[in-house]
């Protein structure tokens, strides 16, 4: 069935390091990935999307990687800052539907 | 977005009770989508409509039902709340395009819980 897989579900960063978090989805038709930052007791909020038809994409400290062929996305911040520490959710839209099904986030922690 | 507001935003009842959570938005947006968040356990689909007259159940849609009132307005109801229903509970919308699709604009959320 839909599904998307999300790792690690925490992770823990010192100010300035990289942080990577990746997902997995199943089915081959999704063609719309976005990222959404949710900070304690807030509503999440878009930070990047992909489509289908690239295979990376860049905002400032925020990256974005897609390989369709083993269907997954990863999102990279680099240089975090105490300020990225929230939970982090990837999504992956299922054609059939044309809905969003999110994985299960990631609660990324930045250490000063 | 303050364009995309839920109401309540928190609220504590009992076991039984018929609950009404509303959502309402100011971007004139087709889609809209109720889901549901429990730690662990990400953002679940319970139903979404993509106009006034086209509703889908989601993963979860059990125990819940919604009214598309109006292209801005989309309710959810627990028709016999029940504890395990507790949980943060958002309203989303998006735009349509026929060639793609659009992010979603998530509200602030009501916090439910049920005794």
């Known amino acids: 069935g839909e599904n998307v897989e999300q790792h690690p579900s925490t992770l823990s960063v010192q100010e300035g390091d990289s942080a990577v978090i990746k997902c997995t989805y199943s089915?081959?038709?999704?063609?719309?990935f976005p990222w959404y930052k949710q900070e304690l007791g807030k509503r999440p909020q878009l930070i990047i999307d992909i489509r289908s038809n690239v295979g990376e994409k860049k905002d400032q400290r925020i990256a974005v990687t897609l390989n369709k062929t083993a269907k997954h996305f990863s999102l990279h911040i680099t240089e975090t800052q105490p300020e990225d520490s929230a939970v982090y959710f990837c999504?992956?839209?299922?054609?059939?539907?044309?809905?969003?099904?999110f994985g299960t986030g990631t609660r990324l922690q930045v250490f000063p | 977005d303050a364009d995309v507001t839920q109401t309540p935003r928190n609220r504590i009842t009992k076991t039984g009770k018929r609950i009404m959570l509303e959502c309402s938005q100011t971007k004139g947006h087709d889609r809209m989508y109720w889901y549901r968040q429990d730690p662990g356990l990400g953002l679940r689909l319970i139903y979404y409509s993509f106009d006034v007259k086209d509703i889908n159940k989601g993963e979860i849609s059990d125990g819940y039902s919604v009214s598309r009132q109006a292209q801005a307005k989309f309710s959810l109801s627990l028709e016999s709340a029940i504890p395990n229903q507790t949980a943060l509970y958002f309203c989303?919308?998006?735009?349509?395009?026929?060639?793609?699709?659009?992010?979603?604009?998530f509200g602030d959320g009501t916090r439910l819980s049920i005794l």
């Open positions: 989303a919308t998006s735009d349509w395009n026929s060639a793609a699709l659009q992010p979603q604009h």
């Open positions: 089915d081959s038709a999704s063609n719309y």
């Open positions: 999504a992956a839209s299922f054609l059939n539907t044309d809905k969003l099904i």
